[in-house]
């Protein structure tokens, strides 16, 4: 099993800074691939970021260039820092991870909590 909680939400102004952080337990060895995904109000859930086992990134485009997935295997955690934040970036992030061994579009079957990012103007 794995186990995923997220920590690092709050309220930032526009054009700050935040660094979400998702602490993965249990069978880490099992997991293939780990993602961020985001939902705000009224909106669908939205796939924010991936990270492979090997370490390739992909971003959505309304993130690209200002969003950053990373992990420290040593302490068992995934990143992802979030800078140039606009009131659209407002949202409830989701950590996920992926155990399933078949390739394709990234479909995680574990996820966490959710932590709330308020951007304001």
């Known amino acids: 099993q794995v186990q995923l909680v997220e920590s690092g939400g709050g309220l930032v102004q526009a054009g700050g800074s935040l660094r979400l952080s998702c602490a993965v337990s249990g069978s880490t060895a099992s997991i293939t691939a780990m993602g961020w995904y985001r939902q705000a109000p009224g909106k669908q859930r939205e796939l924010v970021a991936t990270i492979t086992t090997r370490s390739s990134t992909n971003y959505a485009d309304s993130v690209k260039g200002r969003f950053t997935i990373s992990r420290d295997n040593a302490k068992n955690t995934v990143y992802l820092q979030m800078n140039s934040l606009k009131p659209e970036d407002t949202a409830v992030y989701y950590c996920?991870?992926?155990?399933?061994?078949?390739?394709?579009?990234?479909?995680?079957?574990?996820w966490g909590q959710g932590t709330q990012v308020t951007v304001s103007s």
């Open positions: 996920s991870a992926k155990t399933l061994l078949f390739s394709g579009t990234y479909y995680p079957n574990y």
